[in-house]
């Protein structure tokens, strides 16, 4: 609103009427409270974060230029032979360090592109459970490293969405990366895809690991947010954010259990929609011709 002396403020109205008991009425009481500042503050809120958001994206682009230079300087090296068992060494450290490096700057960028609403999903029938088997393989050197046993139940029926499977082999190796190096070594990991009656299919991954505590429970899907004593991890806090935004892009849902009891740990489900199975030669009997 605008005051006689020019000001612009920013007001919260509440208007009330006052009624007689025969319920005429009588008149209001209107209540102006003055959120200007308020207004301000979350304004400049906003507008924080918004350039946050640009400094990253920023950064990750700048700092993912020089990697791939870096990664072809270090396979010229391989390729020419190593001098020494001390060359080898130290190039396959730098090897290491620089995927483990890319993996960083590629999470930091695809977390910008989603927050601007610049990804683009490559659509097509992705089968889950040959998806959920890929996964399972990616993650496998690091199940095997912490000592952890891994199973897998898959249905027999075959569970096809509608999705980018470069994307979805995303979600669910994050889903299996963090199960693999939260948990202690030797650890248990179960992977199950379920197909549900609602025409969904879901994907599990349950480990037995610290598991999450209640507290953190509900911001755990969000940027940044890592456990108290993962700071040191090597990650972000980014792996599960990316996966909630990726599995909305598919119009579908992730959810965590967990009772955050050592031992008991945690279970990741994500939920997709199945695209509607081809009609099968016994259902085009039945329907009638043309
Ligand atoms: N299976 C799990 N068991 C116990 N804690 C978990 C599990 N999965 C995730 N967490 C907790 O949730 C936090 C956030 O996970 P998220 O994957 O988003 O980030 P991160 O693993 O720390 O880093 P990044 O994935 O970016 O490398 C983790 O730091 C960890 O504390
Ligand atoms: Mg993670």
Redesign the pocket.
């Known amino acids: 609103m605008e005051r006689p002396d020019g000001r612009h403020l920013t007001v919260l109205a509440h208007a009330n009427p006052i009624c007689a008991e025969t319920g005429e009425l009588l008149g209001a009481v209107n209540v102006l409270v003055d959120i200007t500042e308020r207004k301000r503050g979350e304004d400049a809120l906003q507008k924080a974060d918004r350039n946050k958001n640009e400094f990253l994206a920023t950064l990750a682009h700048e700092l993912r230029n020089p990697l791939a230079p870096i990664a072809n300087a270090l396979e010229v090296m391989k390729r020419a032979g190593d001098a020494s068992p001390v060359a080898a060494e130290s190039r396959e450290i730098a090897e290491r360090q620089l995927r483990h490096m890319v993996?960083?700057v590629d999470?930091l960028l695809d977390v910008g592109r989603i927050t601007a609403g610049k990804i683009t999903l490559d659509l097509q029938p992705v089968a889950l459970g040959g998806l959920v088997h890929d996964a399972v393989e990616m993650v496998a050197p690091l199940v095997d490293q912490r000592g952890h046993v891994l199973t897998l139940a898959l249905p027999d029926a075959p569970a096809v969405v509608s999705g980018d499977r470069a994307r979805l082999l995303q979600v669910v190796s994050?889903?299996l990366?963090?199960?693999a190096?939260?948990?202690p070594p030797g650890g248990r990991i179960h992977v199950e895809l379920r197909i549900l009656d609602s025409g969904g299919a879901e994907i599990s991954?349950r480990?037995n690991?610290?598991?999450?505590p209640s507290h953190?429970l509900k911001d755990?899907?969000n940027i940044f947010?890592?456990?108290?004593?993962?700071s040191e991890?090597?990650?972000?806090?980014?792996?599960?954010?990316?996966?909630q935004q990726l599995v909305t892009l598919h119009r579908g849902a992730v959810s965590v259990f967990?009772t955050g009891q050592p031992g008991e740990?945690?279970e990741?489900v994500v939920r997709f929609p199945l695209m509607r199975a081809p009609p099968s030669d016994a259902d085009r009997a039945v329907l009638p011709p043309g």
Do not use: M
Not at 209 to 212: F, Q, R, S
């Open positions: 993996r960083l999470d994050n889903l990366n963090n199960a190096r939260y948990t991954v480990d690991g610290p598991g999450i953190q755990i899907f947010v890592q456990g108290e004593h993962n991890s090597g990650g972000l806090g980014l792996g599960l954010s990316l996966v967990s740990g945690s990741f």
